[in-house]
């Protein structure tokens, strides 16, 4: 087996397929990539079990072959090459020994046989989607960060993709917090729902470049996802998503409208001077005409601040209390320069959205109020 690459496209693809790779895989094979050379291609497949890669790449080849190739040394001998450095690749399959040279070294490796390397997913006929790089980018980068880690609820440690006929819904929550991001100029010949785990996301938002995505569902248990020359499987979730629609209020007649930056900024001064409370920095919301007053206390240390800021308000004095972690968080994924809060009592879920919605998309984010002392 004998191929010839330059060290920067080698490395840009074993950079990929590494995304894949657990570090501490309780399976030794699985800390290995599988070569695999036909002609002037060649294959790079990595695996975790539940999420796979292949990343295809263009090659100078003229001996054929498959070989499990050990991740770590070579793409730790590849990323400290210089760049366009060209490698003669070779692999004796019965040896498994592994050469590869260049102008000024020669790099000694052991492999492992392609057979015992686990079956990758084959492509199968699917229901396809398509997204530009910027819809599949958003849909990830707003949802993802709200994705429950409770391994006893596990239809919420993944986001929910929802195909609609005329609209595609992404959601995801973890019981104090929730987001829906949809994109309107969708249309889908057929109407399903799936849920992916985070990792895969995680993983998926490394991948995205220049190329529109194409995303592939198998009879509602596997996806997979195509760049140019990269595919990416995954598992889905197999459990029902909770139904979202009914903890989305619909009667929150409270309305403020703020520059987001400027209440990020104050929550997060204002809760440095937060006494944490199970995992929680609560803040407190004092709302009356144009004013919002932050503020937050810790009497064990002895300390408080407030902060004062103009705003469009124009109901009843009203107050509630916050996570300052989730109103920070959740206000950095909102790209307006204004957002709005609705509200309807201390007690119940307040609403963030952007004040302006972009033509084609729309977000809705739901935050949990917390009980305040007196």
């Given at each position: 087996m004998k191929f010839s690459i330059t060290s920067g496209e080698l490395l840009k693809a074993l950079s990929k397929a590494n995304s894949v790779i657990q570090q501490k895989s309780p399976i030794e094979i699985l800390d290995n990539f599988l070569f695999d050379v036909s002609g002037s291609s060649l294959t790079i497949s990595a695996t975790n079990l539940e999420i796979s890669i292949r990343v295809i790449l263009n090659v100078k080849g003229n001996t054929n072959g498959r070989i499990a190739v050990p991740s770590r040394r070579i793409y730790e001998t590849v990323a400290a090459l210089p760049l366009n450095t060209q490698i003669n690749f070779t692999a004796d399959l019965?040896?498994?020994?592994?050469?590869?040279?260049?102008?000024?070294?020669?790099?000694?490796?052991?492999?492992?046989?392609?057979?015992?390397?686990?079956?990758?997913?084959?492509?199968?006929?699917?229901?396809?989607?398509?997204?530009?790089?910027?819809?599949?980018?958003?849909?990830?980068?707003?949802?993802?960060f709200a994705v429950s880690d409770d391994i006893h609820r596990p239809a919420m440690t993944g986001v929910l993709f929802q195909f609609k006929k005329s609209e595609f819904v992404a959601v995801s929550t973890d019981g104090h917090r929730l987001v829906k991001f949809s994109l309107k100029k969708f249309k889908s010949n057929k109407e399903q729902e799936i849920?992916?785990?985070?990792?895969?996301?995680?993983?998926?938002?490394k991948l995205v470049e220049e190329y529109n995505c194409i995303l592939s569902v198998v009879e509602q248990k596997q996806i997979w996802f195509s760049f140019s020359n990269v595919i990416l499987f995954s598992r889905v979730i197999d459990e029902k998503y909770p139904n979202y629609e009914t903890v989305i209020p619909n009667d929150n007649d409270k309305k403020l409208v703020i520059e987001r930056q400027e209440i990020q900024s104050s929550v997060k001064r204002v809760g440095l001077y937060s006494s944490s409370q199970q995992n929680s920095m609560p803040i407190k919301f004092s709302l009356k005409k144009n004013l919002l007053t932050?503020?937050?206390?810790?009497?064990?240390?002895?300390?408080?601040?407030?902060?004062?800021?103009?705003?469009?308000?124009?109901?009843?004095?009203?107050?509630?209390?916050?996570?300052?972690?989730?109103?920070?968080?959740?206000?950095?994924?909102?790209?307006?320069k204004e957002i709005m809060f609705l509200f309807s009592t201390p007690t119940r879920a307040a609403i963030i959205k952007p004040n302006e919605n972009e033509s084609d998309e729309d977000v809705l984010m739901l935050i949990m109020p917390l009980r305040l002392n007196s």
């Amino acid at each position: 087996m004998k191929f010839s690459i330059t060290s920067g496209e080698l490395l840009k693809a074993l950079s990929k397929a590494n995304s894949v790779i657990q570090q501490k895989s309780p399976i030794e094979i699985l800390d290995n990539f599988l070569f695999d050379v036909s002609g002037s291609s060649l294959t790079i497949s990595a695996t975790n079990l539940e999420i796979s890669i292949r990343v295809i790449l263009n090659v100078k080849g003229n001996t054929n072959g498959r070989i499990a190739v050990p991740s770590r040394r070579i793409y730790e001998t590849v990323a400290a090459l210089p760049l366009n450095t060209q490698i003669n690749f070779t692999a004796d399959l019965n040896s498994k020994k592994i050469v590869m040279n260049t102008e000024k070294g020669t790099y000694h490796l052991t492999g492992e046989t392609a057979e015992e390397f686990p079956e990758l997913p084959k492509i199968e006929k699917a229901n396809e989607f398509e997204f530009s790089n910027e819809s599949i980018s958003k849909i990830i980068n707003k949802t993802k960060f709200a994705v429950s880690d409770d391994i006893h609820r596990p239809a919420m440690t993944g986001v929910l993709f929802q195909f609609k006929k005329s609209e595609f819904v992404a959601v995801s929550t973890d019981g104090h917090r929730l987001v829906k991001f949809s994109l309107k100029k969708f249309k889908s010949n057929k109407e399903q729902e799936i849920i992916i785990p985070q990792k895969t996301l995680n993983i998926l938002g490394k991948l995205v470049e220049e190329y529109n995505c194409i995303l592939s569902v198998v009879e509602q248990k596997q996806i997979w996802f195509s760049f140019s020359n990269v595919i990416l499987f995954s598992r889905v979730i197999d459990e029902k998503y909770p139904n979202y629609e009914t903890v989305i209020p619909n009667d929150n007649d409270k309305k403020l409208v703020i520059e987001r930056q400027e209440i990020q900024s104050s929550v997060k001064r204002v809760g440095l001077y937060s006494s944490s409370q199970q995992n929680s920095m609560p803040i407190k919301f004092s709302l009356k005409k144009n004013l919002l007053t932050v503020s937050a206390e810790n009497p064990e240390m002895g300390c408080n601040a407030d902060e004062e800021i103009e705003c469009e308000y124009s109901g009843t004095n009203f107050e509630t209390g916050f996570n300052s972690s989730y109103v920070i968080e959740m206000t950095s994924h909102i790209s307006s320069k204004e957002i709005m809060f609705l509200f309807s009592t201390p007690t119940r879920a307040a609403i963030i959205k952007p004040n302006e919605n972009e033509s084609d998309e729309d977000v809705l984010m739901l935050i949990m109020p917390l009980r305040l002392n007196s």
